[in-house]
C-alpha cells in the first residue's frame, strides 16, 4: 500500500499546526523554570536565618533555709485511763465530758457506806489486838519476876513469850487490815492523775464497776504535745551532712508542722528524742519533737507534716524551676555558653525555695539557664539569648 503526499495547499496547515506544538514547549518550559527558581529561593534564606531568641536567667546564690519533710503523727506527752480499783455501785460522776481537768480533780464517786464499816471494823480489830498484846506484854514481864526468885518454872516464861510474840503479830495483822480498808475507802473517790482534758465517760451514775469494768475515761495531756515521725537512715544521714557546718559544727533546726488542710502550724517546736533502734522492715527510725499547743489545736493521734528546718538561712545556689527539665537521668537544665551554644546538665536538686529551686550540684555561680524558647532549642545550637531580670525572693521557703 502506498500513501500520497499531502497537497500544496495541505502544507501551510501543517506548518503552522507545528509552530504552535513548539510554541507551546517553549511556554512550558520558562514556567517550569520559573517554579524551579520560585521554590529554590526559600530554601537559599533557610540557610541564612538568625539564631533563636531565648530568654536565660543567670545561677545566683541566695540565702536558703533547707527543710525536708517527713509523715507524722501528734501524739499526748501523757495518757491516762482511768478505771475502778474496787467493785461498787457509781454514786456520782463529777465531770463535764470534753472539759480540762487538773491532777487531784475527783471525776467519780463510788458508794461509801460499805467500806466505811469495813475501815470501822478493822479499826476496832486493831484496838482489841493492841489490848491482847499489852496484856501479854504485862503477863511476860511478871513470869519472868517470878522465874527469878524461882517462884515459877521455865515452861510457864516460855508460854508467856510465846503469847506475846503471838500478840504482837496479830497487832501487825490488824494493822495491814485498816491500811487496806481505809485505801478502799479512799478508792471510792476517783480523781484525776494528770492535767488535760477528759473524753467520754463509759459508765454513768448508777452502774456498777470494777477493776474489770475496763476504761471508765480517758485523759489525755495538752500542752505541750509530741509529733512522731519515721525518718529513714538516707534521710537521716542526708540531713546531718545539711547541718554540718564548715567549723564542724551543726545549724541548728526548728521542728515546724503543716496541718492536713496546708496550713502551717504558727507555733516552733523542739527536737527531743531519736530512737537508738531501726526497724528492720523499713530501715527507718522514729524521732520525736515537743510542740507548744496552748490553743489546743493539735489533736492525740493527728496526722501531719514533720518539717525539720535550718533556723538560720545558708548561701546555695538556685535556679528557676521553669528552667528544670526531666528525662530518665533525672533532672537537667540547658545553659548558653560564653560562645552563645547550649549545653546540657545533668542537675542534682534540693528543696524548692518559692519559684526556684536549690541545685547542689551540676551547674555554677552566673550559668545561664534557659527559661524561655525551651522548645526551640537543643544542645550543641547557637543562640541569641537575653538575660531576664531576676524573680523577686520568695518570702518563705518550702
Do not use: C
Request: charged share 20%.
Amino acid at each position: 500500500m502506498s500513501y500520497a503526499s499531502p497537497s500544496p495547499r495541505a502544507r501551510p496547515r501543517w506548518l503552522m499546526i507545528s509552530g504552535i506544538v513548539v510554541a507551546g514547549i517553549v511556554v512550558l518550559g520558562g514556567v517550569a523554570w520559573f517554579t524551579l527558581g520560585a521554590t529554590s529561593k526559600p530554601a537559599a534564606n533557610a540557610t541564612m536565618a538568625p539564631p533563636p531568641a531565648v530568654g536565660v536567667r543567670l545561677v545566683t546564690q541566695r540565702g536558703v533555709t533547707r527543710s525536708f519533710e517527713f509523715a507524722g503523727r501528734i501524739k499526748a506527752v501523757n495518757k491516762v485511763e482511768v478505771r475502778a480499783r474496787i467493785e461498787g455501785f457509781l454514786d456520782k460522776v463529777l465531770f463535764t465530758e470534753g472539759q480540762d481537768v487538773k491532777a487531784g480533780d475527783l471525776l467519780y464517786q463510788i458508794e461509801k457506806v460499805q467500806f466505811q464499816s469495813a475501815l470501822s471494823q478493822a479499826e476496832g480489830n486493831l484496838l482489841i489486838a493492841d489490848a491482847t498484846e499489852t496484856n501479854a506484854k504485862l503477863d511476860y514481864s511478871r513470869q519472868v519476876d517470878l522465874v527469878k526468885r524461882q517462884y515459877t518454872p521455865q515452861s510457864v516464861l516460855d508460854k508467856a513469850k510465846a503469847d506475846l510474840d503471838s500478840a504482837a503479830g496479830k497487832v501487825k495483822q490488824t494493822r495491814a487490815a485498816v491500811i487496806q480498808a481505809q485505801a478502799n475507802l479512799d478508792y471510792t473517790d476517783i480523781k484525776s492523775p494528770i492535767d488535760g482534758r477528759i473524753g467520754r465517760t463509759m459508765y454513768t451514775q448508777g452502774n456498777l464497776v470494777n477493776p474489770a469494768s475496763g476504761v471508765l475515761a480517758t485523759i489525755v495531756s495538752q500542752d505541750p504535745i509530741y509529733v512522731l515521725f519515721p525518718v529513714s537512715m538516707k534521710d537521716l544521714e542526708t540531713i546531718r551532712e545539711a547541718r554540718r557546718q564548715e567549723g564542724g559544727g551543726l545549724t541548728k533546726i526548728d521542728i515546724r508542722v503543716r496541718l492536713a488542710n496546708g496550713s502551717e502550724y504558727p507555733l516552733r517546736g523542739t527536737w527531743n528524742l531519736t530512737d537508738p533502734q531501726v526497724d528492720e522492715t523499713t530501715d527507718s527510725l522514729i524521732m520525736r519533737a515537743t510542740m507548744p499547743n496552748p490553743e489546743r489545736t493539735l489533736v492525740d493521734g493527728q496526722f501531719v507534716t514533720a518539717i525539720i528546718r535550718e533556723r538560720a538561712e545558708q548561701p546555695r545556689l538556685v535556679v528557676p524551676q521553669a528552667a528544670l527539665q526531666v528525662d530518665q537521668s533525672g533532672f537537667y537544665a540547658l545553659v548558653v555558653d560564653s560562645q552563645h551554644k547550649v549545653e546540657r546538665r545533668q542537675l542534682q536538686t534540693g528543696p524548692n525555695s518559692g519559684t526556684d529551686i536549690v541545685v547542689t550540684s551540676g551547674i555554677n555561680e552566673g550559668d545561664k539557664v534557659i527559661v524561655d524558647g525551651i522548645q526551640k532549642v537543643r544542645a550543641g545550637i547557637v543562640v541569641q539569648e537575653t538575660v531576664l531580670a531576676p524573680a523577686a525572693p520568695a518570702s518563705s521557703n518550702r
